[in-house]
């Protein structure tokens, strides 16, 4: 692994508390146009980035790639699910789908975990169900729900999701105001329960 010199962590796990970190951390990544690593990329994330992860976390790899691999997926792969890492592969363009279905899946001809798109302008979409196939596979942490004002409204960006900001808006016209913060967003500060 140490020979790939061109492997770079680009977001560091727990960097972002919000959507709006995260995306303009992905806005910034350069693709860097080398050749393709991909089981020396999966070791580096295994052995660096979630070493300092609990053990009792879910932990999730999502794998983008738009090319072959010039190395051996089978261990690295193999090595992730010994970890219970779980992994979802996304292949744009010019990808090997039976890499893509023994690093999901560790076999061939089972396509679970895997999304297969013809450009990257697919990506923001691909990325919406992806969610929604994490979330409903994992208990991911959220908020306890915001209750709305009688005399007013509550929205929200994302719900109670991590990240999500609401806004309380009273009905001032009426005499009506707001004690305290209008806006509220829900982090994860520590290991342990969201909050507001």
Known sequence: MSSQIYLKTEIALNRC?????????VDKIQIMG??????????????????TTPAR?????????DGISKDDVNYASAFARRQNITIFCIGVGSYSLSQLQIIANGELNNNWRIYQLNSFNQLPTTVQNLQREIKAVYDIP???PLIPPIHGQLTCTN?????????YNCDHA???GIHGSENRTCQ?????VPRW
């Open 34 to 51: 080398y050749t393709t690593y991909t089981g020396a990329a999966i070791n580096k994330t295994i052995l660096e980035d979630f070493s």
């Open 188 to 192: 994860y500060l520590t290991m342990g």
């Open 174 to 176: 009426g005499g009506y």
């Open 142 to 144: 959220a908020c306890t």
């Open 57 to 65: 976390s879910n932990k999730i790899l999502i794998l983008l790639t």
């Open 17 to 25: 508390r919000t959507q709006a970190c995260f995306q303009y951390l």
């Open 159 to 167: 719900a109670n999701e991590i990240g999500s900001t609401c806004s």
